[in-house]
């Protein structure tokens, strides 16, 4: 399998979907689903019992994951979304950059 093109604490726009035109943080990138859980992206309603964490129950909102096609990481430049690039560096390290101003992506 091929490497992904996002990774953990990227901010990253949501190209279709429901929440189209978002930004948002990666918080977790789930590698053998292609999948990524975003902050603010995707929330869904979930029923819990009464626990520890959450003593009352009810209904909870969180992130679902949302997969990778979906998302393009945003250039640092810019703040506009970008494809992604892999060179190596003058060390020899392979780092990523954007396509479009060619700033390094950390």
């Known amino acids: 399998m091929s490497k992904l093109h996002i990774k953990k604490n990227d901010t990253v726009y949501v190209l279709s979907g429901n929440d189209?035109?978002?930004?948002?943080?990666?918080?977790?990138?789930?590698?053998?689903?292609?999948?990524?859980?975003?902050?603010?992206?995707?929330?869904?309603?979930?029923?819990?019992?009464?626990?520890a964490k959450h003593p009352q129950g009810g209904i909870i909102k969180q992130e679902a994951p949302i997969h990778i096609s979906n998302l393009n990481v945003v250039d640092p430049k810019t703040g506009k979304p970008t494809r992604i690039g892999r060179k190596k560096n003058a060390e020899g390290k392979t780092v990523r950059y954007s396509k479009k101003s060619g700033e390094e992506i950390l």
Do not use: C, D, M
Not at 24 to 39: C, D, F
């Open 20 to 51: 189209k035109n978002k930004t948002g943080k990666v918080l977790k990138v789930l590698v053998k689903e292609q999948r990524a859980i975003v902050e603010g992206i995707n929330i869904v309603s979930k029923s819990t019992k009464p626990n």
